[in-house]
């Protein structure tokens, strides 16, 4: 994409020979008129001067403007993808923060649920929650709750 930027900018940016015919006319009322193409009768082609070809040896400010150019070109392409990358920690960022607003919502639903509660020990074994430690649980998880997804439901 920069490749093709650069390429385009250029041809406009090179000065290129003109060449056509010209062609001068008075019609019935006396008017000129100038035009690429004659009318129908009673045109009479004017010749113009020749342009100068451009040097083969570009000139230092063309050179400089150039590189001036490309500098500029360079800045904004760099200050793009710093944008773009910002913008995808930031869209990570938001996503992780869903998730774990999303994890956190089901565990309060859990300890919400009026049937048993329990954690899976290590050995397999299952340690069922009474109200109070339904409730203490629920304590320890209001502040986490709170900063990831905003206030707890009652």
């Not at 954690?119 to 339904?134: A, C, I, K, V, W």
Request: aromatic fraction near 8%; include cysteine; proline fraction near 8%.
């Amino acid at each position: 994409m920069r490749c093709l930027l650069i390429i385009s900018f250029l041809c406009l940016a090179w000065p290129l020979p003109a060449v056509a015919e010209v062609y001068r006319w008075v019609d019935a009322d006396g008017q000129v008129h100038y035009g690429e193409r004659p009318p129908p009768q009673g045109a009479r082609k004017i010749e113009l001067p020749e342009t100068s070809e451009p040097s083969s040896e570009p000139d230092r400010e063309a050179v400089d403007r150039r590189a001036r150019q490309q500098r500029l070109l360079d800045a904004y392409e760099h200050e793009r993808e710093r944008k773009e990358a910002a913008a995808a920690d930031a869209a990570r960022a938001r996503q992780a923060d869903a998730a774990r607003c999303a994890d956190l919502r089901q565990h309060w639903r859990r300890l919400s649920f009026g049937g048993p509660v329990y954690y899976q020990r290590p050995d397999g074994g299952r340690d069922y929650l009474n109200d109070e430690q339904r409730e203490a649980a629920k304590q320890r998880l209001r502040p986490a709750y709170a900063a990831a997804c905003g206030e707890p439901p009652r």
